[in-house]
């Protein structure tokens, strides 16, 4: 039985309504009076009236130095930089890259573009030169606003010798790049909402995000500016947010998941967002941080859990902390029970796409079941479905699709820029194809199974690689794992598990036989990997998401 829909709690309210079960879980959302709808303005300024002095986001540096900002601060440092975007000719729709690792620039100069119409395309610090002149060019950039450290403006320099873009640089100064810093401290802090040509419509294009690159040439997504809303859900309902605590998601601004942990939902549950600004991560100092800051609930990647497990973590005291949540792969069983076991947390999991806000999860007041991502949000209709486009029984292994039958949820992307022949093949016959499998339960939960690729074939078997892993990482000297397939003249295809040792491991032929033994009498013989390679580290995407079609291309050739 449901309680009604009702509108949310706060400035959310505005343009959310919801209703929840019997238990509380929310079971429906909708959006309203969202025509116009622009974060910058109806967001955050909103809060700059409403709770001036309240803390938007609280920055450490990777010296430890703290700069705190409020909402109305938040407000005239966004109108600041959006009149000097002005200044220097950027305008509604032209394409702005950041590249802004974790500088608290980077809320500034979101917030500002938003407000502006200008169309935001972070990227990650670590990226080629190459890489970052693939994407000015795929995307027709504009202007750059980036770091002034890890040799990013040499690389931008070398790709603009006749210096074409607008170039902007944090923290420093350099010839050829505009002093952002100095210049907004010289405009206004007042920047009045856009009228007339250049008025702002919610299904405007907001911002653009390139994919991890798992193929050859990353994706170009681009989402509008309702896909802000659609982040209330991954907030309010899966990291629990509430208004005055303090949340930490451990991303870089330049890939996806810090649209999901550190932006639009945090704000719009009137949350303070935690951004620690390293260069190099180190779990203890992590740990400091909740310690001193008193933050209260957190979410990192599958791949950070599993280093945190590994290590002692009662020497932390953590009673601030109330939630963990964690989304970019799934989550190893082994690691969720040994995370509950040391700090008697329960990690929720989420699943989603740079194409998406959360679309399945553990929401609030829902159980767990360990390796599972969980139900699918209220915002999405998902389906698991054959290659044949029918659906799948419970318990079956299928595509995970959402329908866009009647009309294409809020939070979903728009289209892949540049590419209407890829939009159109995943987004076809009713449905948006994601390219994940998995397999729902008779209850609703969802199980992942892999990408579509990663499925391999043995002996007339289809395997999913992550039931494979879950069960190697139980073996106490595994600290990640991958499991893909290699050539095989009998079979076809064979089973290989690339495996990262725990530090002090010796990786040699005793310890191969050791872990077959454990295969033996753990997996079934059809799953069990015939073949076994250690390597130091796991070739990943830019957000840390481990290539399997990296191993697999190499073991093919």
């Not at 959310?16 to 109806?42: M, Q, R």
């Not at 935001?120 to 770091?147: F, G, H, Q, W």
């Not at 310690?291 to 599958?302: D, G, Q, R, S, V």
């Not at 999860?361 to 209709?381: F, H, I, V």
Request: glycine letters at 8%; a negative charge.
């Amino acid at each position: 039985m449901s309680t009604g829909m009702r509108p949310e709690e706060g400035i959310a309210g505005k343009f959310i309504s919801a209703s929840l079960d019997d238990n509380n879980v929310l079971e429906k959302i909708e959006f309203t009076n969202k025509d116009d709808f622009n974060f910058g303005f109806d967001v955050m300024d909103a809060l700059a009236e409403k709770k001036p002095d309240d803390r938007a986001l609280i920055y450490v540096s990777k010296n430890k130095e703290e700069r705190i900002f409020t909402f109305k601060e938040m407000k005239e440092y966004s109108n600041r930089a959006a009149n000097y975007f002005v200044k220097h000719g950027i305008k509604k729709g032209d394409k702005v890259m950041l590249v802004l690792k974790r500088h608290y620039q980077y809320w500034i100069t979101m917030i500002a573009l938003h407000k502006l119409g200008a169309i935001a395309i972070p990227a990650t610090n670590i990226l080629k030169a190459s890489d970052y002149a693939y994407r000015i060019e795929a995307a027709n950039i504009k202007a750059v606003i980036c770091t002034s450290d890890d040799k990013i403006p040499d690389a931008m320099a070398s790709i603009d010798p006749d210096n074409k873009l607008i170039k902007m640089i944090v923290n420093g100064e350099r010839e050829g790049f505009l002093s952002f810093d100095q210049g907004i401290m010289e405009e206004s802090t007042v920047f009045e909402r856009p009228t007339g040509e250049d008025k702002v419509m919610a299904h405007d294009v907001l911002l653009m995000m390139f994919t991890s690159g798992t193929t050859e040439h990353p994706k170009l997504v681009s989402h509008n500016h309702l896909y802000p809303l659609g982040h209330y859900i991954t907030a309010k309902y899966w990291h629990t947010n509430r208004a005055g605590e303090v949340h930490l998601t451990v991303s870089d601004t330049g890939w996806g998941k810090a649209l999901w942990g550190k932006l639009y939902g945090q704000w719009l549950c009137e949350t303070t967002i935690f951004v620690y600004d390293f260069d190099v991560f180190s779990a203890d100092n992590i740990f400091k941080l909740i310690e001193e800051y008193h933050i209260n609930t957190f979410c990192a990647p599958p791949t950070l859990y599993r280093i945190l497990v590994k290590m002692d973590m009662s020497k932390y005291n953590l009673s601030s902390l109330r939630y963990c949540t964690t989304a970019g792969e799934a989550l190893n069983p082994e690691v969720f029970y040994k995370f509950k076991e040391l700090t008697g947390f329960t990690i929720y999991e989420g699943f989603g796409q740079t194409e998406t806000t959360l679309t399945i999860g553990n929401l609030e007041n829902t159980t767990p079941r360990p390796g599972s991502m969980g139900k699918a949000s209220p915002l999405y209709d998902v389906r698991i479905m054959r290659p044949d486009g029918t659906f799948a029984e419970a318990g079956e292994t299928g595509e995970i699709v959402i329908n866009i039958e009647n009309g294409e949820p809020d939070g979903l992307f728009i289209r892949y820029e540049n590419d209407l022949e890829r939009t159109a093949e995943i987004k076809r016959d009713g449905y948006y194809h994601t390219g994940d499998t998995a397999y729902k339960d008779e209850d609703g939960y969802f199980w992942f199974v892999g990408r579509v690729d990663d499925i391999i074939k043995v002996a007339g078997y289809r395997v999913g690689p992550f039931e494979i892993e879950n069960e190697i990482m139980r073996i106490p000297y595994v600290l990640e794992c991958a499991v893909t397939s290699v050539p095989d003249s009998t079979r076809g295809q064979a089973i290989k598990a690339t495996v990262v040792l725990t530090e002090g491991t010796v990786g040699d032929e005793a310890l191969k036989r050791d872990m077959k033994r454990y295969f033996k009498e753990n997996i079934a013989s059809y799953k069990r990997p015939r073949v076994i390679e250690f390597v130091k580290e796991m070739p990943k995407t830019i957000s840390g998401k481990v290539r399997r079609v990296e191993i697999k291309e190499k073991d093919w050739k």
